[in-house]
């Protein structure tokens, strides 16, 4: 009886939060979203399984302290150097990203900052979509993927990457983060579900040296080891000009092959095709799009 009552809570849980995330009203948030967020991820998240299906073994931090874990929220704020400067005062030697603080690492004081934390903290990311991709070219220590279905799926952004894809590029590439999956619904974005799933990943990690890591970065795009990584937002969809111009500040010369993933809200299939095409002539490389127009929900249903 105890389990069948936890299985219904926990599902009564899940199911309100699914609805916050697609439907965050004040009205909601006022009957409970943040205390219910806190349960369910002091019940599910520090059971969750984990897999690795990248793991070229994690550095060593110039610091022999324990590792201490801090995440920053969507909640937080956009003030991301404030809050990164906090939790290093704090003495967090792990930093957790979400979307918005993984995307700010590829603009320029973004990357200028991923060399000050590096030093004495590692950097994860949540990797729940397609516009994690240049993720791969700034190499986080840690990337955990929230998987369902197969895919890396946000709740609302239309640019699911499929699992296998990821691991592709990671090995073509020779990234040097170790990446994991966990299941999509043991996770959610508060500091507790965050910390704990990355605490017992981290855990779990084989120690080895690392080379020193130099971040190549324009807004929304990356390169590592001649490959570069971009998303497609509605500003470079609407102006592939301007991703032109980035792409070859980036530095051409030594790049084999881009791969692109799309906001599926703004281009169409199509549309995404056409643009690689116009790409490859423009940049005389290779030009991949690599996800597709899927989110939770819609996979939720069978589509893709």
């Not at 793991?55 to 022999?64: D, I, V």
Request: hydrophobic share 40%; with cysteine.
């Amino acid at each position: 009886m105890f389990q069948k009552r936890l299985c219904l809570l926990i599902i009564l849980i899940g199911f309100y939060t699914a609805v916050m995330i697609n439907c965050p009203s004040p009205w909601l948030k006022a009957t409970g979203y943040r205390q219910g967020l806190e349960l369910y991820a002091r019940m599910v998240s520090p059971r969750s399984s984990y897999q690795f299906i990248h793991n070229p073994g994690l550095r060593k931090l110039e610091t022999s302290r324990p590792v201490k874990i801090g995440a920053v929220t969507p909640e937080a704020g956009t003030d991301f150097a404030s809050l990164l400067d906090q939790h290093l005062a704090a003495g967090k030697s792990c930093i957790v990203e979400c979307s918005q603080l993984d995307t700010w690492h590829s603009s320029p004081a973004g990357t200028a900052y991923l060399q000050k934390m590096r030093p004495g903290a590692y950097r994860a990311v949540i990797f729940d979509g397609g516009h994690h991709l240049p993720s791969l070219g700034l190499a986080p220590d840690l990337i955990i993927i929230p998987a369902w279905r197969g895919y890396a799926v946000h709740s609302f952004m239309l640019d699911g990457i499929e699992i296998a894809q990821i691991q592709r590029l990671a090995r073509e590439c020779g990234s040097p983060s170790v990446i994991a999956t966990v299941p999509r619904m043991a996770l959610v974005k508060n500091e507790i579900s965050m910390a704990s799933i990355t605490g017992k990943v981290l855990a779990s990690c084989r120690f080895v040296v690392k080379n020193e890591f130099k971040p190549v970065a324009q807004p929304r795009m990356s390169k590592y080891n001649g490959f570069i990584f971009a998303y497609i937002d509605s500003h470079y969809a609407r102006n592939p000009q301007l991703f032109i111009r980035r792409a070859e500040a980036l530095g051409l010369k030594d790049v084999k092959q881009v791969y692109l993933a799309f906001d599926f809200k703004y281009s169409s299939r199509q549309q995404a095709g056409l643009y690689c095409a116009e790409l490859e002539q423009a940049l005389d490389r290779p030009v991949e799009c690599v996800n597709h127009p899927v989110k939770a929900a819609s996979l939720f249903w069978g589509g893709r």
